[in-house]
């Protein structure tokens, strides 16, 4: 199947494990880097020449002479072959060298020589974090847990690995046994909060913050965590106690920007209007001037799907600098996630060129009047841009979408080749311009145009898929039809539309068990899509399975779209023609009287 849709760009937003402002552990925990840690509990060999030839190579070593140091330690190795130490160090050495293969072919070996070592253990672990499947991670973290309970890293890296793949009864477990072994240690009761919060109970995960806090006062993570269990409770009560927290928060951090703002919001919630509006003032001036606070609140709101907390943060914190272009930007994607999309529109339009997402804005603007169903307007829109800017590729693009849209199709061509004279190998105005090529019936010119992204981009799955149905549907080449679909599927091969190409193909070509194999699968990976249900269902009639084909059909028309409308008018023409093939239920038991 075809595919072709309008990519409307939209900023990321970024969310993290912890919070905005994560807790810091005392003790070392996960590396962010690859880099293996020179400290070690070994003592180093106590053989003369063993202890001559590795103090060499730390001379060396200082000395940039790496190989050499690689050399003086390989000696030492020899002349005291059963040091762990030594071995480290030798491995440490050719990760500084780049090595990365053979430093971890060294230390599976040492682990595999001494397997109740928890240093050579840790080594390895941490070499192969990037590389390593994670049953190999759960049985080498769980491993050294075993020889060393107390151990904080592991417990991190596992508990990592559970949060990460949602598997919260084990993290529960895991922190709850790291608290038990490490009663004194904060950070194990902080997780554990974590843990407890991510399983939906409340109480015990406020305990454990409280501990978090006995034990490290100072800290405003978990104070931030236990406001979080305030919001999702949400009573009459819970204002008053967050404002307490908050307060707590700017004791220790008085500029800490997200207490600030939550402060100024709760004094705005409860009609303090005053002490909200003196506070946001004093933030909207420091928006001003720092970009810092402007990303806390969008990290605050927006991330976290505040929407309607956003757009009055926004709003108040614009109010000292109206003209301020990330507040207006801020504010107007507030109101877009929010569904405001004319007020979202109104400060769009304020942000000004200057912006380093101008020309999103721009974008977002044509793709809400749109949404708005002012197809008309969102053309005109950007029709002036595009006049003022005429080589920009992404305004023609979606200019050229919005033009087909609105049934304007010969303008949309005459746009994307007049863009193309500037961008001759540009493959997505290419792309775009043979799908519309093909929307208005030019199909030659459509192959023609899909070839020449072929020839640009041997490898674009894309043209090769379009291409490939395209010839499938005419019912022509369906060998190189098959060919360039097969390529497609090895670039791409769990993509449900080339899959459906594949077996509209093998439809084509009379084979229809092959085909009824890749189509059922192209509709499992596409939910039923309307048009693949529909390829499916056509399939199961040549393979003589009608009443499969039936319920398929249903299927397809309970999928379709608004612009289906053509497609549900024939797959109720194909109802209505396979109802009278199947043979009528069987009644006559249910008309018998009862004995």
Avoid at 327 to 355: C, R, T, W
Avoid at 563 to 584: G, M, R, S, T
Wanted: aromatic content about 8%.
């Amino acid at each position: 199947m075809k595919k072709f849709s309008i990519p409307i760009s939209i900023l990321a937003a970024v969310f993290c494990f912890s919070g905005c402002n994560q807790i810091q552990p005392a003790a070392p925990v996960v590396q962010a880097s690859a880099d293996i840690s020179p400290q070690d509990k070994s003592v180093p060999a106590q053989s003369l020449s063993a202890r001559y030839y590795y103090l060499e190579s730390l001379v060396l070593h200082q000395q940039d002479q790496l190989e050499s140091a690689v050399k003086s330690l390989e000696k030492a190795i020899a002349e005291d072959p059963a040091s762990a130490f030594l071995r480290r160090d030798l491995i440490r050495l050719h990760l500084e060298m780049g090595k990365e293969e053979k430093a971890l072919t060294l230390a599976e070996a040492l682990a595999e020589k001494d397997p109740d070592d928890v240093d050579n253990l840790l080594m390895l672990v941490r070499l192969k974090k990037d590389t390593g499947s994670q049953d190999q991670m759960l049985s080498l973290l769980r491993q050294i847990l075993e020889l060393d309970p107390e151990n904080k890293e592991t417990y991190l890296r596992l508990g990592k690995i559970f949060m990460e793949n949602q598997q919260f009864s084990q993290a529960l477990e895991l922190f709850s046994r790291m608290a038990a072994h490490l009663p004194q240690y904060y950070v194990a009761h902080f997780y554990l909060g974590e843990a407890h919060l991510l399983s939906g109970n409340d109480t015990a995960a406020e305990q454990a913050f409280l501990k978090t806090i006995d034990l490290e006062p100072d800290l405003v993570e978990p104070r931030f965590k236990r406001i979080e269990i305030l919001r999702r409770q949400a009573d009459d009560t819970s204002h008053g106690k967050m404002l307490e927290i908050y307060e707590e928060i700017l004791e220790i951090e008085p500029e800490n920007d997200r207490a600030l703002l939550e402060t100024a919001l709760i004094y705005h919630k409860t009609g303090q209007k005053d002490k909200a509006a003196h506070l946001f003032d004093e933030l909207g001036k420091h928006a001003a001037t720092s970009s810092r606070m402007v990303m806390v609140a969008v990290d605050t709101y927006i991330s976290q799907k505040r929407y309607d907390d956003a757009v009055i943060v926004f709003s108040e914190l614009l109010k000292a600098d109206l003209d301020n272009d990330n507040l207006n930007f801020f504010l107007g994607m507030a109101h877009e996630s929010a569904d405001n999309p004319e007020a979202a529109i109104q400060h769009y339009l304020k942000v000004s060129s200057a912006h380093p997402q101008y020309k999103k804005t721009l974008l977002t603007i044509g793709f809400l009047y749109r949404k708005m169903g002012q197809g008309e307007k969102a053309v005109a829109f950007l029709e002036s841009h595009h006049k003022n800017n005429p080589k920009d590729i992404d305004i023609i693009s979606y200019l050229s979408a919005f033009y087909e849209q609105e049934g304007h199709l010969e303008k949309a061509m005459d746009l994307l080749t007049k863009g193309l004279a500037d961008a001759p190998e540009n493959t997505s105005l290419l792309f775009r311009l043979g799908a519309i090529q093909d929307k208005a019936g030019q199909k030659e010119a459509c192959i023609a145009t899909m070839k020449e992204i072929i020839r640009i981009d041997p490898d674009d799955a894309s043209a090769l898929n379009y291409l490939g149905y395209t010839y499938a549907d005419l019912g022509i080449h369906l060998d190189q039809a098959e060919a360039l679909i097969k390529k497609a599927l090895k670039i791409k091969p769990d993509d449900g539309y080339i899959t459906d190409s594949m077996g509209w193909v093998y439809y084509k070509k009379q084979e229809y068990e092959k085909a009824v194999f890749y189509l059922e699968k192209a509709a499992t990976l596409t939910e039923y899509e309307s048009i693949i249900a529909s390829h499916l269902a056509d399939a199961y009639i040549k393979t003589g399975r009608l009443s499969k084909a039936l319920a398929v059909y249903h299927k397809a028309i309970v999928n379709a779209k608004e612009e289906d409308a053509d497609l549900v008018l024939e797959l109720e023409a194909k109802i209505k023609d396979l109802e009278q093939q199947l043979p009528l239920p069987d009644t006559r038991k249910e008309q018998q009287p009862a004995q």
